[in-house]
């Protein structure tokens, strides 16, 4: 949808100057009064408020969606949201109001991505429509009246400080008199399309108490609520007009127990206002708040009170994008559960509109982030929409090259460092794992010309068919023995070039189909010339390099024996240690478990030491890590595809290539020493696909449940094969040896 849909709409704010060297601004407060006579008759809001806006009626706030719009290349695409407001309209006289926040539109602090420099950069704005039955009763124009409120500042990746003795008592009702506030202006549009956001909003979805207090230095409060998570406090308190409320919001304790930002805050330059908010009472009995146009990456905060105030409740809000869990995975392994638990938990907190890498010190869209967890997002939500809508960006981003940024949106940072075909890929296998897990090809057809145009550029960028550019085996233990970046990049180019002819193919377009397949054909015999040492050597054999050939589909059959013997003596000569960083992270696992080391895979997943996942849970983390140490961020996602590693192979679901969005399924369990049990359930497109098996005394006994309208085939441990219809479906057997 575009522009014509608001065509009576203006563009509107507050008149500021646009100079990037401008101060900050109160968050704006838009007002207009209106005569509803339309009982019965539907009533419909499209707005737009960038950065961010919170749209009220007759004094309620409209739905419960937060963070609204997400975030967007603004001078290319700009997203609106449509509102049934029906059951909020009144006979006769109406108010409309409508708050605006930076958000992403207006980042005003420096910091290392620039995006305080960004060409859209301006001070928020508001489109907005009011339809009856889709004609236009009341638009957005310089009629509308606006003034400052008690949010007097917010920042991204600052925090909020709201002066509840500046609030507007009435703004919302009619009655109210707003003659001495001034019109609003009508102002440039953010310069891009206009399109109705159909992805799940971001909500608070859960509200946490927290678990320990303690006093720490200078009187302050410090909170620990258990758990890592995105979002933001809740407090309710008493006291007198002007006492404060400062919260600091951080993951780590220093060894006084204060609040420890430093290892979140390095990128950011300003920062004295780092995921910090400021509450100042109005003094009028019990006042209950929580921000608006922010939101942080923590699990403790630090309160400190200036005056009498005193603190009733502390809660915190967990915020995410808002869509359904469809996926369910538990084992009689208490450390399996936790490592799934966690990564879930990374998961949410790194998708708050975008697929991010950190609720805290980014909130970018790191790419390579992205496509290393999709399948564990596909499998446990219903997160398709999200991530095709934010694969709309790409094409914006994307240079006439072919170049793409690491980051996505970029405002012009990331293009010649931070990317490369392991992360750049996402534009390419995201669109595909929709495909597998949904049936759904749109995403495919959408943005073949800009995968076309990137895998060009890759072949510009090679030499004999190898690419050298980008970042490789990111977060490695041990910067000395990290496979070649030209590897895993030329791995990524292979299997670009192959899903661009597989889809050229689906499209109809054959000559596209020939040429792609050719040089997948030609990067594959390069890859093989130059990183092949023989007797089952890839580069210097390091995990990930020979787990890249063989995930990545490079190796030659004749030697593929030989490249797995060198894996299972590598990661057996390491203790079952990862010796790996992202990338590895899912190739070693998948490769192992591909090539019938299921249980070898496992028990380097589960072993306890460093470095390793569950090395983690045992210094208390409950979300995944950034590093093995831990010395940076302690919520990532990017060693995230543990998750669907459990759902692939212990439980065995598994998407058929052939008959993709689980039309037919393939089911391949897979019993490991030190589990009994496994239980996992997954909606498909079709419906629900449950798989449970138990394994008492080496008498394995399996339930599978498929949809109406699939088959599946049931790969049992005893080597036997099993075609299944619709229906619940047991087996006995006896597992193959580990």
Not at 478 to 498: F, K, N, V
Not at 515 to 532: D, M, P, S, V
Not at 706 to 722: F, R, S
């Given at each position: 949808m575009n522009s014509i849909n608001f065509c009576r709409g203006k563009w509107i704010g507050r008149g500021c100057l646009s100079d990037w060297r401008r101060k900050v601004i109160p968050a704006p407060c838009f007002r207009k009064t209106f005569i509803w006579n339309n009982p019965g008759v539907k009533a419909e809001v499209w707005i737009c408020g960038l950065g961010y806006y919170e749209l009220y009626l007759n004094g309620r706030k409209v739905g419960d969606r937060v963070l609204d719009p997400v975030v967007s290349q603004y001078d290319k695409r700009v997203r609106y949201v449509v509102y049934d407001v029906t059951e909020y309209m009144l006979e006769?006289?109406?108010?409309?109001?409508?708050?605006?926040?930076?958000?992403?539109?207006?980042?005003?602090?420096?910091?290392?991505?620039?995006?305080?420099?960004?060409?859209?950069?301006?001070?928020?704005?508001?489109?907005?429509?009011?339809?009856?039955?889709?004609?236009?009763?009341l638009s957005s124009d310089e009629s509308w009246k606006v003034t400052s409120g008690p949010i007097v500042f917010d920042g991204l990746?600052?925090?909020?400080?709201?002066?509840?003795?500046?609030?507007?008592?009435?703004?919302?009702?009619?009655?109210?008199?707003?003659?001495?506030?001034?019109?609003?202006?009508?102002?440039?549009?953010?310069?891009?399309?206009?399109?109705?956001?159909?992805m799940p909003p971001c909500k608070v979805m859960q509200t946490l108490a927290a678990v320990n207090h303690w006093t720490v230095s200078n009187g302050a409060a410090v909170y620990d609520f258990g758990q890592n998570l995105a979002g933001w406090l809740r407090l309710t308190v008493t006291g007198e007009a002007g006492d404060e409320i400062t919260i600091r919001y951080g993951e780590r304790l220093d060894s006084n127990h204060h609040i420890d930002q430093k290892h979140i805050s390095q990128f950011i330059y300003d920062q004295g206002n780092f995921q910090t908010d400021r509450y100042i009472l109005k003094g009028q009995g019990?006042?209950?708040?929580?921000?608006?146009?922010?939101?942080?990456?923590?699990?403790?905060?630090?309160?400190?009170?200036?005056?009498?105030?005193?603190?009733?409740?502390?809660?915190?809000?967990?915020?995410?994008?808002?869509?359904?869990?469809?996926?369910?995975?538990?084992?009689?392994?208490?450390?399996?559960?936790?490592?799934?638990?966690?990564?879930?938990?990374?998961?949410?907190?790194?998708?708050?509109?975008?697929?991010?890498?950190?609720?805290?010190?980014?909130?970018?869209?790191?790419?390579?982030?992205?496509?290393?967890?999709?399948?564990?997002?596909?499998?446990?939500f219903n997160a398709a929409s999200s991530y095709s809508q934010w694969l709309d960006n790409f094409p914006d981003v994307q240079r006439p090259s072919g170049q793409l940024p690491g980051i996505v949106p970029s405002c012009g940072w990331g293009y010649n460092w931070g990317s490369g075909p392991a992360w750049d890929s996402v534009l390419i296998l995201i669109p595909w794992y929709i495909y597998l897990y949904t049936g759904d090809r749109t995403t495919i057809e959408k943005h073949y010309g800009t995968m076309k145009k990137y895998v060009d550029y890759c072949t510009y960028m090679a030499d004999d068919n190898i690419v050298s550019f980008g970042l490789g085996d990111w977060s490695h233990v041990d910067s000395e023995r990290i496979a070649p970046p030209a590897l895993t990049s030329t791995g990524y180019y292979y299997t670009d070039s192959l899903l661009l002819a597989r889809f050229a193919e689906m499209t109809g377009r054959k000559a596209d189909q020939q040429q792609y397949a050719r040089l997948a054909a030609k990067i594959k015999a390069a890859f093989n010339r130059h990183f092949y040492r023989g007797d089952g050597i890839y580069a210097r054999g390091e995990q990930t390099a020979l787990a890249c050939a063989l995930y990545q589909g490079l190796t030659e059959d004749s030697e593929k024996a030989a490249v797995v013997q060198k894996l299972v003596d590598a990661v057996k000569t390491n203790g079952?240690?990862?010796?790996?960083?992202?990338?590895?992270?899912?190739?070693?696992?998948?490769?192992?478990?591909?090539?019938?080391?299921?249980?070898?895979?496992?028990?380097?997943?589960?072993?306890?030491?460093?470095?390793?996942?569950?090395?983690?849970?045992?210094?208390?983390?409950?979300?995944?890590?950034?590093?093995?140490?831990?010395?940076?961020?302690r919520n990532h996602i990017m060693f995230g595809d543990v998750s669907a590693w459990m759902y692939h192979y212990l439980a065995g679901i598994r998407p058929d290539p052939e008959n993709p969005g689980f039309r037919h399924i393939s089911i391949h369990p897979h019993p490991v020493s030190g589990i009994k049990w496994v239980k996992a359930e997954y909606d498909s497109p079709y419906g629900k696909i449950a798989v449970a098996w138990e394994n008492h005394h080496d008498d394995l006994k399996l339930e599978v449940q498929i949809p109406d309208k699939t088959t599946a085939t049931v790969n049992l441990p005893d080597g036997t094969a099993k075609k299944i219809e619709p229906g619940s479906h047991r087996f006995n057997t006896r597992p193959c040896p580990v």
């Amino acid at each position: 949808m575009n522009s014509i849909n608001f065509c009576r709409g203006k563009w509107i704010g507050r008149g500021c100057l646009s100079d990037w060297r401008r101060k900050v601004i109160p968050a704006p407060c838009f007002r207009k009064t209106f005569i509803w006579n339309n009982p019965g008759v539907k009533a419909e809001v499209w707005i737009c408020g960038l950065g961010y806006y919170e749209l009220y009626l007759n004094g309620r706030k409209v739905g419960d969606r937060v963070l609204d719009p997400v975030v967007s290349q603004y001078d290319k695409r700009v997203r609106y949201v449509v509102y049934d407001v029906t059951e909020y309209m009144l006979e006769g006289e109406n108010i409309i109001g409508v708050i605006l926040g930076n958000g992403w539109y207006n980042c005003h602090t420096p910091e290392v991505w620039h995006f305080d420099k960004a060409s859209w950069r301006d001070y928020p704005k508001l489109l907005l429509e009011l339809k009856a039955d889709n004609r236009s009763m009341l638009s957005s124009d310089e009629s509308w009246k606006v003034t400052s409120g008690p949010i007097v500042f917010d920042g991204l990746r600052n925090g909020e400080t709201y002066d509840a003795r500046r609030e507007l008592d009435g703004w919302l009702t009619p009655g109210y008199d707003d003659s001495s506030w001034p019109r609003a202006v009508r102002v440039a549009p953010p310069g891009g399309i206009l399109e109705e956001q159909t992805m799940p909003p971001c909500k608070v979805m859960q509200t946490l108490a927290a678990v320990n207090h303690w006093t720490v230095s200078n009187g302050a409060a410090v909170y620990d609520f258990g758990q890592n998570l995105a979002g933001w406090l809740r407090l309710t308190v008493t006291g007198e007009a002007g006492d404060e409320i400062t919260i600091r919001y951080g993951e780590r304790l220093d060894s006084n127990h204060h609040i420890d930002q430093k290892h979140i805050s390095q990128f950011i330059y300003d920062q004295g206002n780092f995921q910090t908010d400021r509450y100042i009472l109005k003094g009028q009995g019990v006042e209950i708040w929580e921000p608006s146009f922010t939101y942080h990456g923590f699990q403790y905060v630090q309160i400190n009170v200036t005056g009498e105030a005193q603190l009733k409740t502390i809660e915190a809000r967990v915020v995410h994008t808002a869509f359904e869990q469809i996926g369910k995975f538990s084992s009689s392994d208490a450390v399996v559960n936790s490592l799934q638990k966690c990564t879930i938990w990374s998961y949410r907190s790194n998708f708050v509109g975008i697929p991010a890498d950190c609720p805290h010190r980014e909130k970018n869209g790191w790419t390579g982030d992205a496509q290393l967890a999709a399948e564990t997002g596909l499998f446990n939500f219903n997160a398709a929409s999200s991530y095709s809508q934010w694969l709309d960006n790409f094409p914006d981003v994307q240079r006439p090259s072919g170049q793409l940024p690491g980051i996505v949106p970029s405002c012009g940072w990331g293009y010649n460092w931070g990317s490369g075909p392991a992360w750049d890929s996402v534009l390419i296998l995201i669109p595909w794992y929709i495909y597998l897990y949904t049936g759904d090809r749109t995403t495919i057809e959408k943005h073949y010309g800009t995968m076309k145009k990137y895998v060009d550029y890759c072949t510009y960028m090679a030499d004999d068919n190898i690419v050298s550019f980008g970042l490789g085996d990111w977060s490695h233990v041990d910067s000395e023995r990290i496979a070649p970046p030209a590897l895993t990049s030329t791995g990524y180019y292979y299997t670009d070039s192959l899903l661009l002819a597989r889809f050229a193919e689906m499209t109809g377009r054959k000559a596209d189909q020939q040429q792609y397949a050719r040089l997948a054909a030609k990067i594959k015999a390069a890859f093989n010339r130059h990183f092949y040492r023989g007797d089952g050597i890839y580069a210097r054999g390091e995990q990930t390099a020979l787990a890249c050939a063989l995930y990545q589909g490079l190796t030659e059959d004749s030697e593929k024996a030989a490249v797995v013997q060198k894996l299972v003596d590598a990661v057996k000569t390491n203790g079952n240690k990862p010796d790996f960083g992202i990338l590895g992270a899912k190739y070693v696992p998948r490769a192992l478990a591909e090539n019938g080391q299921v249980e070898l895979a496992y028990q380097m997943i589960i072993q306890p030491e460093f470095p390793g996942w569950v090395n983690w849970l045992r210094q208390g983390a409950t979300t995944l890590w950034e590093d093995w140490a831990g010395n940076f961020s302690r919520n990532h996602i990017m060693f995230g595809d543990v998750s669907a590693w459990m759902y692939h192979y212990l439980a065995g679901i598994r998407p058929d290539p052939e008959n993709p969005g689980f039309r037919h399924i393939s089911i391949h369990p897979h019993p490991v020493s030190g589990i009994k049990w496994v239980k996992a359930e997954y909606d498909s497109p079709y419906g629900k696909i449950a798989v449970a098996w138990e394994n008492h005394h080496d008498d394995l006994k399996l339930e599978v449940q498929i949809p109406d309208k699939t088959t599946a085939t049931v790969n049992l441990p005893d080597g036997t094969a099993k075609k299944i219809e619709p229906g619940s479906h047991r087996f006995n057997t006896r597992p193959c040896p580990v």
